[in-house]
């Protein structure tokens, strides 16, 4: 190499961004210094990471993924951790027009300026995000054209299980938890940094895929059959795993992060502060993607909640509290987490809430517990499907009579709202599953208004429709075109709007089937949807899960061109039912699932079979556990909180 | 029947408190809004003993005077919160500073003195300084020069409702031009009318008199604000409270 091997400074862009971010709106995104934010001189380092959360700071800063990596890596005195956040358009435009590159909102340095460039994927819908900022950073957006100058792009989230549509933009793809992975890539980078780069990004790359839960798409090649599904899927080196497998977290109270988590000035999606309760959850509902790539269940404890709870509330000054978790009533001591912690805060201002998912009397118990002192206004619960029937096929089992009641029970206990989720376009569903939620909404707002004796409660539908997604039951599944999910929208209002009496108590809020259609593009595809990607990002697409920015056309015109070439289309990748023997695209990354066990469980599902918890049915069917060395971690552990001591 | 809140109504405020503090730096973007949050938590972070409203969300007593747009720093910013228990002003002033990011510092905390009047109504007027880098002196005096000699200077101005025609000249008391470090500053002293004139229409208004644009954004910081007498001068809004505390000091001391 002739040219000179460019060094990284570090060095503050802020200057030159400052003249910027008066022109633009919401500019206090952009400037960083949050409570309990990090900025560590630069030289202190030998590894820098960049993590990036891929879609607007309003909707990323709040994401505990990423709060919590920033934390673990800065804890670390040899790394340098800083965030940055997709850059709304009148910025980037800007940014282009001044040659300022993509920043970060810690110290304010370039992308460019990293060792490694950390992007976490909640959902699909930020890849065109991830291909801008890469743009903007001023790294080549292909893998292939980077040299050891640049940062290694590694993906994690819940949508690195699939990293296959963009595995030409990624160096790597972190399977699993991250809190030991990133530890790992560190001492990776930090030896072969150390050594003088030896065999260039080759070599890193190839030193990385040998990290536990690391998958590099370059040393895998891709070939695909006559009739466009994938023939193999097979190693380029023999020095890298045939299949990588995730990463998996044991002991919950051993990582109590974030221990101080961010607080923003500018107004974000969450304004609370949350607790990660358990991680994992084995309910088994055949259409959620996290509850089967997160086993198995592991519980923090209730001692360990009380404890991040009063240091979280001390270090940030939030007010609310969420418990998070997959499905929160299900830890093992809720009950006594939700009183004691009800008891403790009884007399500040500070308020607890749970995200609450299962339709459950339970629930309504707990919810009543956390709001012993507060205002009782909405309540949410999650039957997901519309009728007897097709929860029983996504095995999410309640009857009509236990929904009417508990519903009931929460407006008698005060509960004005009530919040319903539901999904369409389920696997076998047809009108009539669909127009059975009118009749539900219709029977919780007529008992409801006996039970209370009130006329101003409120029940809201929230519908959207379902994206088949990889490593769960229905990854085989035909997702529902469009039109479908349209349709049943349609004649679901219509039923809902028909007696006004009852009607105007109904809220209806959904969501068009068009994004789905993309989602389930970017969901189930391999790596021919790369082009894809990268021709919307081309021709001006970004921040696809907005609405105002989404457009459909753009992406139904370029995956028509794109893949004309391969013999497949859009309706390949989205409405069509795989086959039990295909080769899927994501095969060769291991969620611990047994692909047998997932296909028996996608014909259970057909048949409307259930399939029970195996926290409480000891079972280990589904193969997570003795795959990958974990077991099942929940209580009762019989501790119980004590009293705070008064400081 | 809806649920009232068990128990006894919030304890009632006994002191009031007024402060003033300075947003710098990178914070110069932070809204009003913004600012409200960071320092509702930074009250609870460090402990003192708001009063607070009744009902099922009951919310802390604080009385936000004015606000400096997003984007102007500010030397002189005033909230005035209630307490539940008496504090010393002092500490209260060391503890939020300590509770707040860097960028916003607690410069003053006094009791508001019984009887004393609103402190809302002692605040009729900032005083800014406007940096603007790339622009010399030579070209901002006779702006300035054209624009007070004007009597109507009619600058488009963005409403909730769209672009609106305001007359910048009226509220404008005093402006005057000076230089350091080869940058141009703007002193001026602007009355808080409504529609209210804000330094960037001011710099809209140098703009229509004298085609005086700069070439990069300019950076406005509001020093002072307070009650403009008849001799151009703006008061210290916290004076009336300091005089009252020191006039009761010496009346214990007489007895």
Redesign the interface.
Known sequence: MTAELRTATGESLYPRLEPLLAQVQKPIQYVGGELNAQVKPWESADVHWALMYPDAYEVGLPNQGLMILYEVLNERPDVLAERTYAVWPDLAGLMRENGVPQFTVDGHRSVRDFDLLGVSFATELGYTNLLEALDLAGVPVHVVDRDETHPVVVAGGHAAFNPEPVADFVDCAALGDGEQAVGDITDVVKAWKAQGRPGGREELLARLARVDGVYVPRFYAVTYGADGTIAAVTRTRDDVPERVGKRTVMDLDEWPYPKTPLVPLAESVHERMSVEIFRGCTRGCRFCQAGMITRPVRERTITGIGSMVEQGLKATGYEEVGLLSLSSADHSEIGQVAKELADRYEDSKVSLSLPSTRVDAFNVTLANELSRNGRRSGLTFAPEGGSERIRRVINKTVSKEDLVRTVTTAYANGWTQVKLYFMCGLPTETDEDVLEIAELAVEVIRAGREASGRKDIRCTVSIGGFVPKPHTPFQWASQASAETIDHRLRVLRQAINADRRIGRSIGLRYHDGKPGVIEGLLSRGDRRVGRVIERVWREGGKFDGWSEHFSYDRWVGAATEELAGFGVDLDWYTTRERTQHEILPWDHLDSGLDKEWLWDDWQEALSEEEVADCRWTPCYDCGVCPTMGTEIQIGPTGRSLLPLTVV | ???Q???PPPPPTVQKLRIRYAKRG??R???H???A??L??????AQVPMA?SAG???HPKISYIGAAP??SASEAEYLEIGVAIRCEPEAVRAALDA?L???IAVLECVEAGQGTGSLADRIDTSVWRVEL?GVSLAELQPAVEQFLASDVVTVAKRTKNGLKDIDARPAVASASAAEEAGCAILHMVVRQVTPAVRPDDVLAALAAVADLRPP??PRAVREAQGRLDDTGTVADPLGPDREARSSVQEEHATV
């Open positions: 029947m809806a649920r809140p068990d128990g990178r914070l973007f932070a809204s809004r913004d600012l949050r960071a509702e938590r930074s009250l609870r972070r607070f099922f969300s009951p997003t984007g509770a990011p860097e960028d880098p990069s954004p």
